[in-house]
């Protein structure tokens, strides 16, 4: 399958890379990319994604694009400008991979392309597919004008699956890298009253999902990427303090959290109950089902990625 990558330098694109043939990496960084990721056997090219669009060469007799990339939501406190940043890089960026697209003469047959559960908002205990409609809050109407993009490749004639990701739990990065401090020295605990919903999925299967997705005809638009037990943040906080083997006790108030992450934390308190309904219909077996299972693998072991799609 020859494969197309962007974003391939972030927590997720490595592992994704190790599932795929000498893939291509776009990169604004080209050579900065090669170095980083030689060991995966990519060739690389560059692109500025905000600038300009994709370029058709690279693009030109790939059968999947797997589109990743997109500034970090969590990587900075909130300005303006960041909030820009976050929107303009995952809306114009997939508008310019479209652009590229539509000027190859042998196009890819399908473009997978990452979104996120922000696209559902605080929910509470609302079981969410990928039927459920938007919320209606900041990342809702990104990940809305996101996925809006990315389906005009429709319009060529390309399959388009948008990947509903939930929060990606790994070793070495991730929302693990950023919780692990606090819980190493006993000071992690449930945020709040721990009863909102976490939509999260290991990082292998998130990668064998995608390739999951690329390589099955029936997937056609929303695909919620995330584990298939829901697990409240109460037994997230326990199941994490445990595999780490340290106490977790301590409530972290919203309050506090406002004050270190300012409008981000009420992504931290939001509740989604999301359900992958699309990944367990077409036959996709997990290798992590339930977070005890992945947190175990992750604090204890260190294994490539297992394509058990299919």
């Known amino acids: 399958m020859k494969s197309v990558v962007t974003g391939a330098t972030g927590f997720v694109g490595p592992r994704l890379l190790e599932l795929l043939d000498q893939p291509l990496v776009l ?183 995608m390739v999951h997705a690329a390589e099955t005809d029936s997937i056609r638009g929303p695909l919620n990427a995330v584990g298939p037990n829901a697990v409240s943040n109460k037994n997230f906080t326990r199941a994490f303090a445990a595999a780490l083997h340290r106490p977790a006790f301590l409530p972290i108030p919203y309050i506090g959290l406002r004050v270190l992450f300012g409008e981000f934390a009420k992504i931290l308190f939001a509740s989604q109950r999301v359900a992958p309904e699309v990944a367990k219909a077409t036959g996709f077996k997990f290798q992590y089902p339930t977070v005890e299972v992945a947190l175990t693998e992750i604090f204890n072991n260190q294994s490539a990625p297992s394509r058990t799609a299919k």
């Not at 908002?121 to 900041?138: K, V």
């Not at 004008?145 to 990606?168: P, Q």
């Not at 990065?173 to 020295?185: H, V």
Request: charged letters at 25%; one cysteine or more; hydrophobic letters at 45%.
């Open 27 to 209: 990169s604004r960084d080209a050579a900065g990319a090669q170095r980083k990721l030689n060991r995966y056997g990519v060739r690389t090219a560059a692109w500025n994604l905000m600038a300009e669009p994709a370029p058709a060469d690279a693009l030109e007799g790939a059968e999947v694009v797997f589109h990743l990339a997109g500034e970090p939501v969590a990587g900075k406190r909130w300005s303006a400008a960041q909030k820009t940043a976050i929107r303009e890089s995952r809306v114009v960026g997939t508008r310019n991979l479209v652009a590229g697209l539509a000027k190859t003469k042998h196009r890819p047959k399908v473009l997978v392309s990452a979104s996120a559960v922000g696209y559902y908002g605080d929910r509470g205990d609302e079981i969410l597919t990928e039927q459920s409609p938007p919320g209606d809050d900041f990342l809702a109407e990104v990940c809305v004008a996101w996925e809006r993009e990315a389906l005009k490749a429709v319009e060529l004639g390309i399959r388009v699956v948008t990947a509903r990701i939930g929060i990606v739990l790994g070793k070495d990065g991730g929302a693990l890298a950023k919780m692990l401090f606090p819980f190493k020295l006993g000071l992690g605990g449930p945020l709040g009253n721990g009863k909102m919903w976490m939509p999260w999925i290991h990082v292998n299967d998130l990668a064998a999902l």
